[in-house]
């Protein structure tokens, strides 16, 4: 896929190239690898876990060219990353911010983009996918928001023909584009309950600043979409979102970090601390694997164990006054007879 080729791209340029400039691919060794890691910790800053996503794009490439023979060995086998234990560590950095500061923020940003922070901390949106939300993807009868698309910054450039287009094709600056859900089929997408308070805020904002119509194209998908540029002469992009974001953050006199995902965090994390299931919730974030947000967000359900044992100890507890079907008690009966004559 164009964003799997993007990842690729630009994890090589930005990380791999500047550590092993000109080295070839099977001159690495594992020692090497070890040193870059390391590298990208204490030289670059990155978090232990940025490092080992940036290692995981560069292990497939090895394991690339021992498939198709460039190379015989691969160097990442002999490589220990620790991934779980920082998956562990990261699990345990995960923050929220206070309603009280995701409604400061929201004071401060310009008008036509207030939305965003309501559908994201109240619907789970991703960045991406709050950019592409389009007014025919609701059913605001129902209380449902079907998310099926995204921008992304991976489209299809034109066919360059200056040596400033070719350098650019090659990994800055790719088209942004807007496109189906990654790792989905085309008319796969999540229902996502839409909360009353959201559902009267996207009704107020199309009043007040109406749909900005995108046409079937090139990089684009067909729809009267939420959101626009600021001259409201093209789709959403990154960019002005994350500069209205910091812009709202630093006049709202908010000195720690927060992002935007946080809201994503905000909206998964009310849901399970107020007993939503997991599976549940895992569908409404769009996770592929239930398992994926239990890892994510077993730490704001502590109570969770307690919750089960009042729940099973009042099942329990009001066993006796059930009443149960005669031919069932009469088999319990006759079992139990069976069982002490043995």
């Not at 490092?51 to 490589?79: D, M």
């Not at 994503?264 to 399970?272: K, M, P, Q, V, Y």
């Not at 947000?293 to 009042?310: F, G, I």
């Amino acid at each position: 896929m164009n964003g799997t080729r993007y990842q690729y791209e630009t994890s090589l340029r930005l990380h791999v190239e500047p550590y092993f400039g000109t080295t070839a691919i099977g001159a690495v060794k594992p020692k090497h690898l070890n040193a870059w890691l390391k590298w990208m910790v204490e030289e670059r800053g990155y978090e232990a876990s940025t490092a080992i996503n940036r290692y995981e794009t560069l292990a497939g490439v090895f394991s690339f060219a021992v498939a198709n023979e460039y190379i015989t060995r691969n160097p990442c086998q002999h490589v220990r990353t620790g991934r779980q234990r920082v998956k562990r560590r990261v699990k345990k950095t995960i923050r929220l911010p206070t309603l009280a500061e995701i409604e400061a923020i929201e004071r401060h940003l310009p008008g036509p983009y207030k939305l965003l922070v309501w559908l994201m901390a109240g619907c789970g949106l991703r960045i991406g996918e709050v950019c592409a939300v389009t007014l025919q993807q609701f059913d605001l009868e129902s209380g449902t928001l079907y998310v099926d698309r995204q921008v992304t910054q991976d489209g299809e450039n034109e066919e360059p023909k200056t040596p400033v287009q070719k350098a650019i094709t090659k990994g800055r600056g790719r088209a942004h584009c807007v496109r189906h859900l990654k790792w989905r089929d085309l008319d796969e997408g999540r229902a996502v309950p839409v909360p009353p308070t959201i559902a009267a805020k996207v009704q107020e904002h199309v009043r007040l600043y109406g749909t900005f119509r995108v046409e079937e194209g090139p990089n684009r998908l067909e729809g009267d979409y939420l959101f626009s540029n600021v001259g409201r002469t093209n789709i959403l992009m990154y960019s002005l979102v994350d500069r209205l974001w910091r812009n709202a953050k630093r006049e709202a006199g908010i000195k720690r970090r927060i992002t935007t995902h946080w809201l994503r965090h905000f909206f998964a994390s009310a849901g399970l601390s107020k007993g939503v299931p997991v599976t549940d919730m895992a569908e409404w974030l769009g996770h592929r694997d239930p398992r994926i947000t239990h890892q994510t967000y077993a730490h704001v359900m502590p109570d969770a164990p307690e919750r089960l044992r009042s729940l099973m100890d009042a099942v329990f507890t009001t066993q006796t006054e059930l009443d149960l079907p005669l031919e069932f008690e009469s088999v319990i009966e006759a079992a139990w007879h069976e069982s002490t004559n043995v």
